[in-house]
């Protein structure tokens, strides 16, 4: 079975500063998506952005970028020229590169932007 | 706004009652997921549903139950409802054949059962 990892339960950053939130997963599979969403206090979850496993090149949407290492497993989010509306609950998701297939989330990254 | 629709936006029950949840997926997308989110969970998959039919199951109890109807919309009905049924309940949907496979997400349902 698929699992996903976010270690690190807790993260701050100062308004305007850069921060990365970590995630690692563990599949057999060779075909699969990874996903960043956020659910900030409203508790919608918004899919931020999306990385495709057969992709080398790793996705970047405005401010938001991730750092895909295939072999090491490991898919973090960078968030450049963080802004206060950035604080929220970001959840790493694995998705089985099938059709239909469900999503496996992380623990969850609990964001802080500081003024 | 991801056009993913969920009614009732919040939901205060007692134990032992039944409640129905219903979702409508975006325009196009036939393939509908219902997801729980509570503290001591995690974000867990409970049922997806394509075209009518029933595709996978996940983490959901016997009491829990769902279907999709013709027009795509889907209800989660819950039942004998108990205190650790307190949760975020989330609908969400996607396009199936030819991806892209992500998904996305209704406002959820908060479930809050007394």
């Known amino acids: 079975a698929q699992t996903v990892t976010q270690s690190q339960p807790e993260m701050s950053v100062q308004e305007a500063e850069t921060v990365t939130l970590s995630c690692t997963y563990d599949t057999s599979e060779s075909d699969y998506y990874l996903f960043w969403y956020k659910q900030p206090p409203s508790r919608q979850m918004i899919l931020v952005i999306r990385q495709e496993a057969y992709k080398q090149q790793n996705a970047t949407e405005n401010r938001f970028s991730v750092n895909f290492q295939k072999a090491a497993k490991s898919f973090s989010l960078k968030i450049s020229d963080s802004q206060l509306g950035d604080a929220a609950m970001y959840f790493c998701a694995y998705l089985r590169g099938t059709s239909g297939s469900r999503l496996t989330f992380g623990e969850g990254t609990q964001l802080t932007v500081n003024p | 706004d991801s056009g993913v629709t969920q009614t009732p936006k919040h939901l205060i029950t007692a134990t032992g009652q039944r409640v129905t949840l219903r979702c409508s997926p975006r325009?196009?997308?036939?393939?509908v997921y219902w997801y729980q989110q509570s503290l001591d969970q995690g974000l867990q998959f409970l049922i997806q549903?394509?075209?009518?039919?029933?595709?996978a199951k996940g983490n959901i109890l016997e009491r829990f139950s769902a279907q999709q109807f013709p027009d795509l919309h889907s209800e989660l009905n819950l039942s004998s409802l108990e205190l650790g049924d307190s949760a975020l309940y989330f609908c969400a949907s996607s396009v199936v054949a030819g991806g892209p496979y992500e998904q996305y997400f209704g406002p959820g349902t908060r479930l809050t059962v007394t």
């Open positions: 325009s196009g997308d036939l393939s």
């Open positions: 549903y394509y075209n009518g039919e029933e595709r």
